[in-house]
Structure formats: C-alpha cells, structure tokens
C-alpha cells in the first residue's frame, strides 16, 4: 500500500469481481471475463507496475454450501503469485452480492455468515493486512432494497435501512473477528459517491439524498447519534434505536474511505415527469418525479472528481483512495476520464486532503454493466486488457496505466479533446440553471494545459462512405480530425501528400480513399505516423467452407481481389506500425449515405424490380461499428491485419430481405440471382471471423440499428419538405 506518508497518489488496480443474483440466475463477472480461468492474469496487472490490486476473495464462491469445507487452492496460488510479483492484495468478500443461496442481505443471520467466513479467510492468510469486506453496502442496499433490480428484489425503505444496517453490522463483525487474528488488519470501506441536484420544487428529495449517501461511513464511525438528520428516518423504517446505539459501542471507522465515482453518479430529480423518458421516471411516497444523470440535464455541471473528493475529506479527515477509475465507452474517452481523476488526486493531495491512490478499476473489462447486471446480453466493456476473444490484449488503456505508474503520464493529451461529459453535445434534457445547480464548469487551471492543443487524425477519402464515417465518428467522440476528398488530395501524387502531411501533422492518417497507399506508406514512414488502410474479403478465393481468419492463405481470384492482396503486402512489409483492416461488404443509413442497400429497398419501396445475388455469401460489415472500432485499434496502437465484421452472415437477397422486413416493406419485386462463381460451380463463401479481438456486434444488432437509421433519415427529410412546402 505504500508509505502513507508518501509524496503522491500511487496507481492501484482492481478487477471486477461482482457476483450478484437476480431472481434465480447468478452473474460472475469473474467466469464472465475469464478471469476466473486465466492463471496468468496477475502477471499482466503486474507488468503495468500495478503494485496494489483490490482482490476478490468472495464468500458466494468459496462457500456456495453453509458448513461445507472450503476449497482455497486457486486463492492459495494467486495469492502467492501476487506475493512473488510484490502485489498488496486488498481482500473483498462480497462484492454487490446477497451472500450464498443459502441466505440473503434481509436474513437475520447475514452479518454473522459473513463474519465466519472472515475469521476463516484471516485464519487461512494472517499476513493480509487489507480487506473492503463488503463493496458499496449502500448501492447494493438501493439496488437489491429500494429499486428492486437485484435479490431479494424489495422496494421499499424498510427493505432498504435493513440491507443497509445488516451490511454494516456485517463489515464490523467481520473486521472484530479479522483483527482477533492480525490486529494490525485496516479497513478500507468503499462506497459509489454521488451528489443529487435538483429543481427548486424537489430540493427536499435532493436534500435527503445527499445526506443518504453517506450513512454507510457515518453508521460505521458510530456517527448516527441523536443529532444525525437521518436518524429519525431510520427509526421509521424499523432500525432499532438498540441498533443504532450499537454502531456507537463498535465503532469500527474506515482506515481508509474508497470513492468510486461514475460520470452518472451525479443525478437531477425533476417533479416534471412527462420532460423525460418513461425509464427515467421514480418516485417517492409523495409524488412521480424524474431521475436522471445530471450531466445530461445541467448546462454548467461542477467537475465531479474535484467536488467529490473535497466533500468527503472535509467531513471525514481520513485518508482516500479513488477506488473505481472506469468508464465503459470508446476508448479515447477512457483516457480522458484516467486522466481527469488522476489530475484531480494530485491536486486534492498537494492541497492536503490525503489522497493515496487512484484504482484503474476493470482491469479486465466487465459485462452487462450497461443493463445494471439485471440480464445477459454479453455486452463487454473493455479496460486495460481487452478480453472479447478471451485472449487478453492490452488496450491504450493499459499502456497509461503503466506510464502513470512509472511517472509518465504527462506525457498524455487523451487525443487533445476534453470528455464527453464536459462538451455541450453531452445534454440530452437541457435544463436552465437554478439554485440547487452549481455554477461553474470550467476546468481547473492546472488541467487546462493537459487539453491545450493537439494534433488531427488525418482521412483521405473523405467524401466517400468511409470517410464520412470516420469524420462524423471523430466530431461524436471529439477526436479532432482533418478530412480530404480525393479532389483535395490525390494520394497518388508524392509531391501533395508529401505537402498535406508536412502542413496537418497528424497523430495517424486513415485512408478512405479505395486506391493504394503506397506512396503514403514511405512518406508516413518517415515521420513515423501510424497508416490505417482497408481491404476485405476479395483478398480470398471463397471457396472455404469456414469463416476466414487472419491468417488465413490469400488466393484472390479477380483484379480487384490482388489489387488489394498487393496492396496489403506493400503496407505491412514497408511500415511495421501500419493497421490494415479488412472489411466484409459495407453498408450504412442516411443522407445518401447508405450505397447498395438503401438503393436496393428504394427499389423495394416502388415496388421496382430489385436484383440480388443470393449464392455469395458475405459477411456483411455495419460502417459505424467498423469505424468505432477501427479508430479504438489505432489508438491501441495496433498494427498488422485485423477482420472486423459483424458477427454473422448473409447474401446480398438475405441482407435485402432482413432490412425489408424490418421496415415493412414488400419484398415482391425482389429477385434472388446467381451464381458469381464459375457457371456449376460452389457458391463463393467470404465470411470473415476474427482470431485477433474487438468482434463487432451481431449482424441481427447492426441491421436493426440500420433501420433505425433510415427511419429517422426519412422522418427529417419528410419533416424538412413539410417545412418547405
């Protein structure tokens, strides 16, 4: 854990470890990620410079049956792994869970089931010195008490003071019994660190939340005396006063306070329900209001990671540590995000506030986080390591986290842009100012200069398809980027190029353009700027009857098929650094945008003779997902051949069809043709998988997000001729 005394915030890790229960099915995220079945994990954490790592030692897991022994042996061999790699564990025992089948957050016995399994785990390893007994006891007490999301599935505040109190008593029964082994144990107590803001109307419900949010720091340092706001709240939903004076005879406070901290942590209640979508609206026992994030909603939101830290050292005066560093999005904006709550630490901790660490948190990534562990949808996250093929693969992510770890984070500009959460394109539901909003959304000074300049993405191409994309991708993730038409830049002509690339001085080009890199490669060469460049399927002859992977044998069979295949050899060979991204066929809504298949359900639309090949089979290749992803593996810094294709296949007819029918359109005039290949011949396969990562969505999701596209094409072009008319 280092020297607390130390003379700045160390980077710490943590995998995400919960195990949660909804209804009768459970969600690992550790068998979920594969982390649960990789043996060589930590050596990864360790070859970031991670030299902290909040461990998972779950209860669930290791006595799924009370009174049962317990198997330790693949926590006796990582936690020597992490010994001889010279990591400090810090143990969790529960992590957004309700216990064993056996027994649940509501249970009269709860607190003590875990308290054994405490006493058991320092029995087993009395050198820890570190444990977070139980993740977040108030969020889970929301989730599993109040909203109902998670077992036992109440919803009410006497199901959620229970939870809460239960969880509580529990974190100090276990830490008594901890300490009767190794009474120099220290408690680090996390908890998901909110504020509520509001409209005037429902700044009571904004009061009483942000006084909430502190109960379980406040019952565990024996604070919830006769004085406290919310003691008379508890007290009505059930708690004991008995109880709440035992919290004050075990005191037990926090050696450490853990923030975890979300873009979406801050919320904004609004009594005008009808503003905001139906998932959106809650309620209390007096009225129906909405509850929503409050970066969607304030035009001026307070910078989280400042505020929230100030907040917490000011009323406790303990040590903190930023337990949960993570944002699930792209993945210049998981930098940005790091960044951001590694600069604010420094600059609490120069200002005395005791700030230890910043914990880059799902160093594995994490799954279905995005329905709040309610479903299994395998929607994955990627963190440090991106694990969708199971295989880990260190993102740009990692490659931070090692140089903060080292003392080079500096060095980063998290491509020049601020986040998401601080551009104006963040607001969904604008909201004017009012009292109980904050008043300032500038950046701190010494942050400013992090975002002060930077260098373009460079796209050549840039009216075609591709090019289009790539810059509409880079405007929605703030990624500065300079687009060129061919007009504009003729890659074929050294002397342009040479002259383009000197003036833009970009950070990586992306050629869109559909001809030859070759004379980009050599210029590129020498300034070294990595090259993105495309090919596809044509480079293979179709006549395998499995998908192609990359290292598949090429074996074109038409012009345009080795043009491409020549095309790639001269990338690679000449520019070790270059990306080379093979694509299945593209297709795209919108403005003209969309190419073959929007013209082929025009065609539908008119009831006009529609001809498709229906004997080719394809991996069809959504354009937004391909470039979302291309653009992470070029600031992965990734290089060589990649296949990126949704997940799935279908012939030019059956991608028509599919798209047909979920626009409601007739197929009636479409005509199925054949064959491309020789005449009695096989039908030509060229369905491209993936052995290297980052598979895209399901070709069923990108089809459906494709009609979406259309429609609402179609409703502003209509919208716009109504206008007109």
């Known amino acids: 854990m280092g020297d607390p005394t130390n003379s700045g915030p160390q980077i710490w890790g943590g995998v995400e470890c919960t195990v949660n229960r909804v209804g009768n099915s459970w969600f690992n995220q550790l068998t979920r990620t594969g982390h649960a079945y990789r043996e060589d994990d930590l050596e990864r954490v360790a070859s970031l410079g991670l030299k902290t790592l909040r461990f998972p030692v779950l209860w669930e897991l290791h006595e799924p049956v009370a009174g049962a022994p317990i198997d330790w042996r693949s926590t006796d061999r990582r936690l020597a792994q992490a010994k001889a790699l010279g990591i400090t564990p810090i143990a969790g025992l529960l992590h957004h869970g309700s216990g064993p089948a056996y027994t649940e957050l509501l249970s009269a016995g709860f607190a003590q089931g875990l308290a054994d399994f405490a006493d058991q785990v320092a029995q087993r390893y009395p050198w820890l010195e570190w444990y977070t007994p139980i993740n977040e006891p108030l969020t889970t007490a929301r989730f599993s008490g109040l909203y109902g999301l998670w077992y036992p599935h109440a919803r009410s505040d006497t199901a959620f003071a229970r939870a809460l109190v239960h969880q509580c008593q529990a974190i100090v029964l276990c830490m008594q019994a901890i300490r009767r082994v190794n009474p120099s144990a220290k408690l680090l107590q996390t908890e998901d660190l909110g504020k509520t803001y509001s409209t005037p109307h429902m700044k009571y419900q904004a009061r009483f939340e942000n006084q909430r949010r502190w109960l379980t720091w406040d019952l565990l340092s024996g604070h919830v005396d006769a004085r406290h706001p919310l003691r008379s709240y508890l007290l009505r939903t059930g708690i004991s006063g008995l109880e709440l004076e035992w919290f004050q005879d075990n005191r037990c406070p926090p050696d450490m306070l853990g923030i975890n901290h979300y873009v979406t942590s801050d919320r904004f209640l609004d009594e005008q329900a009808w503003k905001y979508p139906p998932g959106c609206h809650g309620g209390n026992a007096r009225e129906v209001y909405a509850d929503v994030e409050a970066v969607r909603v304030l035009k001026r939101p307070r910078a989280g990671w400042d505020r929230v830290i100030r907040e917490t050292a000011r009323r406790y005066h303990l040590p903190l540590a930023l337990t949960e560093v993570h944002l699930g999005c792209t993945r210049e904006e998981q930098l940005r995000w790091l ?10 901790d120069a200002r005395g506030y005791g700030v230890r660490a910043v914990t880059a948190w799902a160093l594995f990534g994490s799954v279905d986080w995005n329905t709040l562990l309610t479903r299994a949808t395998d929607h994955y996250e990627a963190g440090a390591f991106d694990v969708s093929l199971r295989i880990p693969r260190e993102t740009a992510l990692g490659k931070l986290i090692r140089d903060l770890s080292s003392g080079r984070g500096d060095a980063y500009d998290a491509l020049g842009r601020v986040g998401w959460w601080r551009r104006k394109d963040r607001l969904l539901y604008a909201h004017d100012t009012s009292p109980q909003a904050p008043r300032s959304a500038a950046l701190p000074h010494r942050a400013k200069a992090r975002w002060a300049s930077s260098r373009p993405l460079l796209i050549t191409g840039g009216s075609g398809i591709l090019g289009q994309a790539f810059a509409a991708a880079c405007a929605a993730r703030g990624i500065e980027c300079r687009r060129m038409s061919r007009a504009e830049l003729n890659i074929a002509d050294v002397n342009a190029a040479t002259a383009v ?83 299945g066929r593209c297709f795209a809504p919108g403005a003209g945008n969309g190419g073959w298949l929007e013209e082929a359900l025009d065609l539908l639309r008119d009831g006009k003779p529609c001809r498709a090949l229906a004997d080719v089979l394809e991996s069809p290749t959504y354009v937004p997902d391909a470039v979302n992803a291309s653009l992470n593996l070029l600031i992965d810094r990734e290089s060589g051949i990649w296949h990126l294709a949704n997940r799935g296949s279908a012939s030019e007819a059956d991608l028509i069809e599919r798209c047909a029918a979920l626009l409601e359109l007739s197929t009636e005039s479409l005509r199925r043709t054949g064959q491309r290949s020789e005449p009695g011949g096989p039908a030509l396969y060229r369905v491209l998988e993936t052995e290297r990562g980052m598979p895209l969505p399901t070709l069923d999701s990108a089809m459906e997000r494709f009609a979406d596209g259309v429609r609402a094409s179609r409703e502003a072009a209509q919208g716009t001729a109504r206008r007109r008319a």
Not at 339 to 348: H, I, K, P, V
Not at 515 to 524: E, W
Not at 543 to 571: T, W
């Open 501 to 583: 690339v000197r003036d833009c001085n970009p950070w990586a080009v992306v050629n869109a353009a559909g001809a030859s890199p070759r004379h980009l490669v050599s210029i590129l060469k020498d300034r070294k700027v990595p090259l993105l460049t495309f090919s596809s399927a044509h480079v293979f002859d179709g006549r395998q009857s499995s998908p192609y992977r990359e290292s598949s044998r090429v074996a074109p069979l038409d012009d345009l098929g080795r043009a491409q295949a020549a095309a790639e050899q001269v990338v690679v060979q000449a520019q070790s650094g270059a990306l080379v991204i093979r694509l």
């Open 339 to 348: 960044l951001e709550a590694w600069d604010a630490a420094r600059r609490a």
